[in-house]
């Protein structure tokens, strides 16, 4: 049986000193901080979505063009790290790594800026809430939020809270749940942009996890069979009518059969003793000889 993904909480967050990171890292002394790239850390446990190459790259294109819009700083704190206070980002991922790959490719930039949360803020559980709203221009996907939601629930948030903050109805959960439940090989068809999430939260609530995972990747052979990557609901196509086995077809005419030879054959109506003779009669050399006779 298909099992689904493990989510592994991750440790808690020792927050550091902010005025001694930023002066270790050689920064500019202001409310809005500017900090060497190099002296900014990453660890992608901190982001709510997975670093999108992509992206990435669409973010370098237009900084080498445009330069680093200074009116969109990163969303950072300090983690204490073997004894050191470091700057990681968590908000403008993207931004941060497209700055990077700028710099590689020959863009100057010596600083970038950045926002830095206070300490007392900085707890996993606020730094989930903070990555889904900040994206909500670009929103999570169903399965990204799914397992967010997974994760505020095992940190021991309320469901009315989730819902709060996040601006979003129990229905939503109850959906996005039913999709953080499924077999793992059913997310990597929703990853891997074979099926839309919308249509993989359908087809578990009609089916359950295990039966929506055989149709939708049957669907997606057939898809590939026919040069399209993506399943839809018309590529599923509507549910083959189960066929009647040999057995179950022999059953039915030795019912029917019964039927014409009951002694009170004659007093039902008359459509429904056409009917039997309708049936019966291409089979009249297959039917037993009548009892009694």
């Known amino acids: 049986m298909p099992k689904a993904s493990p989510l592994v909480l991750d440790a808690?967050?020792?927050?550091?000193?902010?005025?001694?990171?930023?002066?270790?890292?050689?920064?500019?002394?202001?409310d809005l901080w500017t900090v060497p790239p190099d002296q900014i850390h990453f660890d992608p446990r901190d982001n709510v979505r997975p670093l999108d190459p992509d992206r990435v790259?669409?973010?370098?294109?237009l900084i080498k063009v445009n330069g680093y819009d200074r009116k969109q700083p990163l969303g950072c704190f300090v983690r204490k790290v073997g004894g050191e206070d470091r700057i990681y980002v968590y908000a403008g991922q993207h931004r941060y790594h497209g700055a990077l790959l700028a710099i590689s490719e020959g863009a100057q930039i010596d600083r970038?800026?950045?926002?830095?949360?206070?300490a007392k803020s900085v707890n996993r559980t606020n730094l989930i809430y903070a990555g889904i709203t900040t994206n909500d221009g670009e929103k999570l996907t169903p399965l990204q939020l799914a397992e967010k939601v997974v994760e505020l629930q095992e940190l021991g948030e309320p469901?009315?809270?989730?819902?709060?903050?996040?601006?979003?109805?129990?229905?939503?959960?109850?959906?996005?749940?039913?999709?953080?439940n499924?077999?793992?090989?059913?997310?990597?068809l929703v990853r891997n942009k074979?099926?839309?999430?919308?249509?993989?939260?359908d087809e578990i609530r009609t089916h359950g996890g295990d039966k929506a995972l055989?149709?939708?990747?049957?669907?997606?052979?057939?898809?590939?069979?026919?040069g399209k990557a993506k399943v839809t609901k018309k590529t599923l196509g509507k549910p083959v009518a189960p066929k009647i086995s040999d057995v179950q077809?022999?059953?039915l005419l030795q019912a029917l059969q019964a039927v014409l030879h009951d002694a009170a054959f004659g007093q039902l109506e008359k459509p429904t003793i056409a009917g039997v003779h309708t049936a019966l009669l291409p089979l009249k050399d297959l039917l037993d000889t009548k009892r009694g006779d």
Do not use: W, Y
Request: aromatic content about 0%; hydrophobic content about 45%; some cysteine.
């Open 12 to 30: 808690m967050i020792v927050t550091g000193n902010t005025k001694a990171a930023v002066k270790a890292a050689g920064g500019g002394s202001s």
């Open 57 to 61: 790259r669409h973010m370098a294109n």
């Open 159 to 180: 469901n009315a809270t989730i819902c709060q903050r996040l601006n979003i109805t129990d229905q939503t959960i109850r959906d996005v749940l039913l999709l953080a």
């Open 194 to 201: 074979v099926v839309s999430s919308t249509l993989a939260i």
């Open 214 to 226: 055989e149709r939708l990747q049957n669907a997606a052979q057939q898809a590939k069979a026919g």
């Open 112 to 118: 970038l800026p950045i926002v830095i949360d206070e």
């Open 249 to 251: 077809a022999k059953q």
């Open 182 to 188: 499924a077999p793992a090989a059913l997310h990597r």
